[in-house]
């Protein structure tokens, strides 16, 4: 997908499970992630997608999940999707080459149309063809919200 005309500020994007594990964490390698999700969310309509939030919950601590979802309070606006994501896209994705949760992800943001994922570590997607979306890293995402 060639999303790169679209306003990231108009669009909704998506964050990989990761972008928030590194925002938490503040991790050094990645300190876009922390910017993005606590300082520039609210520049941001953000759309959590289920699998996203199994994960999130399946990995943090309560207390983690609380400042995730206390940030995502403040963005300009946030919708979370609570569809499983269509079974024959998931088996179509995972045929392509993409691994189980990741197919899940693929269909549950093409059903919900959403242009953009934002991840540090989802590279291989560029592996499957075809994507729905354009997959940026923190640091690009930033770069795109001050652009536009």
Known sequence: ???????????????????????LRRDDRYPACA????????????HVPLQVLK???????QGDVRK???????ARECRFDYSPGDAERVKYR????????DAVIIAQMQAAAVPFLVSENRHFLSEVPNLPFEVLTAEEALLRLDSN
């Open 1 to 23: 997908m060639n999303s790169s005309r679209l306003d990231i500020r108009e669009e909704f994007i998506a964050l990989d499970t990761n972008e928030f594990h590194f925002a």
């Open 35 to 46: 910017k993005l999700l606590f300082e520039r969310a609210l520049d941001l309509r953000l």
């Open 55 to 61: 994960e999130l919950h399946r990995r943090l601590r």
């Open 68 to 74: 995730i979802f206390d940030a995502l309070e403040s």
């Open 94 to 101: 995972e045929q392509q080459g993409a691994r189980k949760g």
